[in-house]
């Protein structure tokens, strides 16, 4: 597979910390070829900026058209402008490039260095908001290089992020390194499409920090060129940026510069948590995190050969036939009267009776208040399954109400954002999928793969269970060799669960015995932009 180009248009740093040495270190840990365009010069170490002069907009304009036709860019970040002319010699050039197709466009506006020397004046400003916003796939500015932006000074972050999306940014991620919303934690808040919410990960204690907003950024480009959307992006972002901080080393008398490098992202210490909404607690992340972030093996959670039916009589001849874990899923009607929810409560009653005579667990699908009153004060045969739009849905307060029913949890995912999301609650297990493509439900997934699962095994710290088009036990002996704690079959049931689950069972038995299946050094993306 040919490596992405990315374009850095930024600066460069004569001490070798940030700006485009930061840049191309981060690129390099992706795997992606980065085209370093000098859009400004500064001369720096350490311990200060002494001077800064931005390149001629027609030198400028001269690198991004050597570039365009021999070496088009997937995505584009830029740092240091260094004025309002280079500025808008990029819009112009990102203009261009989308006639062609599509372009990523990041924009890190490096308004200030950590040192205190300002790199951007007024009209900088302003042609940051009417040029570069309305046209960025993405945006990273840490907290006070947001608040210049949008002129506000009172605003929470969130607001900030509202703000900038509202000037025409399809995604913002407002990086945390200046700023200490939560004592012991690196928070950075994202806005996108597809989530928002503090993407955490432990501080990490050390001077040697210099550069890592451009490794942030150059980071978040990479994955946007990989084909990942903002908020997947964003989670690799913040794990690559915290393996360079904590290889960060001196080169110097002052800050030292971090250094990127490949192989991050199999790290699971580096896998962050994302919050459900604005809440900076983080209590059950955190005993995730000092539980120890090794892999989990399939013996941990119990689970097995997990079977997905619709109805208790199918409940009965499961664990009948040797199943220990059963999903009743029973889909709500458009308009549920008295007479459905009498039947429901009769059938999550039944299957958790057969449940309890056979050892087994029964897991409730969406009707989790239901299940825990029916459970009467025994959680060890009842658990529930929640998707994440349904945990959204909740609020703080349904999921407060959750955590405190005792009832162990189940969750979707099906990219990096919603792992890292699904993780903030430290469940009892977390689903990956499709691992295959599936025709139960339309999804707007790619399919997981065997890699991405191995990947999530490693990555998740909790138990995995692989789900969606498992229809031969031979999948089910790839997904063990994953190591996959649980494989949910569904119409491989068949009519006759007492001859099809043996047959389940010694496959995963078989995949559970082999080799294991490697873990690659970044999963793929799965999740199709809209």
């Not at 372009?103 to 200030?112: E, G, N, Q, T």
């Not at 960060?248 to 030292?256: D, F, K, S």
């Not at 459905?340 to 059938?347: D, I, N, Q």
Request: charged share 15%; proline share 7%.
């Amino acid at each position: 597979m040919p490596r992405p180009v990315v374009w850095s248009i930024a600066g460069n740093d004569s001490g070798g910390g940030a700006g485009l040495s930061a840049d191309a270190r981060a690129a390099e840990a992706f795997g992606a070829h980065l085209c370093p365009v000098v859009a400004a010069v500064t001369a720096q170490n350490s311990r200060a900026v002494t001077r800064v002069a931005p390149v001629t907009p027609d030198l400028l304009d001269a690198q991004l058209a050597a570039l365009a036709d021999d070496m088009p860019p997937a995505a584009i970040k830029t740092g240091l402008l260094g004025s309002a002319d280079n500025v808008a010699v990029v819009a112009r050039w990102v203009d261009r490039l989308r006639a062609r197709g599509p372009v990523a466009l990041l924009i890190d506006p490096v308004l200030r260095a950590s040192t205190g020397a300002a790199f951007g004046d007024e009209s900088v400003l302003r042609a940051y908001r009417e040029l570069l916003l309305p046209r960025a796939t993405l945006v990273t500015p840490n907290e006070r290089e947001a608040r210049r932006l949008v002129a506000d000074e009172g605003a929470a972050v969130p607001g900030l992020a509202q703000a900038l999306r509202a000037g025409g940014a399809a995604a913002v991620a407002i990086t945390g390194g200046d700023s200490a919303q939560a004592e012991g934690w690196s928070l950075d808040w994202i806005d996108t499409p597809h989530a928002r919410g503090w993407l955490a990960l432990p501080r990490i204690g050390t001077k040697h920090t210099h550069g890592t907003g451009c490794t942030f950024a150059t980071s978040a480009a990479c994955a946007l060129a990989l084909g990942f959307v903002a908020a997947d992006a964003l989670v690799l972002a913040k794990m690559a940026a915290t393996h360079a901080i904590a290889h960060g080393h001196a080169a110097g008398q002052g800050a030292g510069p971090v250094a990127a490098r490949a192989g991050f992202a199999t790290q699971p210490e580096r896998m962050p948590c994302l919050s459900w909404d604005e809440n900076c607690n983080f209590d059950s992340c955190s005993r995730l995190m000092d539980a120890g972030q090794s892999p989990i093996s399939f013996e941990d959670a119990g689970l097995g050969v997990y079977a997905i039916v619709d109805a208790p009589e199918r409940v009965r001849a499961v664990v009948q036939a040797g199943v220990r874990t059963v999903q009743l899923r029973i889909k709500t009607p458009p308009r549920p009267d008295a007479e459905w929810h009498a039947a429901l409560r009769a059938a999550i009653a039944q299957s958790l009776a057969a449940c309890r005579a056979a050892g087994a667990t029964l897991v409730v699908n969406d009707h989790w208040r239901l299940a825990a009153e029916l459970a009467a004060g025994d959680r060890a045969h009842v658990a529930v399954h929640l998707g994440q739009e349904d945990l959204l849905a909740l609020g703080a307060a349904g999921r407060a109400e959750l955590a405190a029913s005792g009832l162990r949890l189940g969750i979707s995912s099906h990219s990096l954002w919603e792992l890292a999301r699904a993780r903030a609650l430290a469940p009892w297990y977390v689903a990956c999928g499709p691992v295959w493509p599936t025709l139960t439900k339309a999804m707007p997934w790619r399919p997981q793969g065997l890699d991405n699962l191995a990947w999530w095994v490693r990555m998740a710290g909790l138990p995995v269970v692989a789900i969606g088009g498992i229809l031969e036990p031979a999948q089910a002996a790839q997904a063990a060799a994953c190591g996959a704690a649980g494989v949910c079959v569904v119409r491989g049931l068949g009519a006759e669960p007492a001859r099809s689950v043996p047959t389940w069972q010694a496959a995963l038995a078989q995949g559970r015995a082999g080799e294991r299946l490697p873990v690659p050094a970044l999963p793929h993306p799965t999740l199709l932009d809209s």
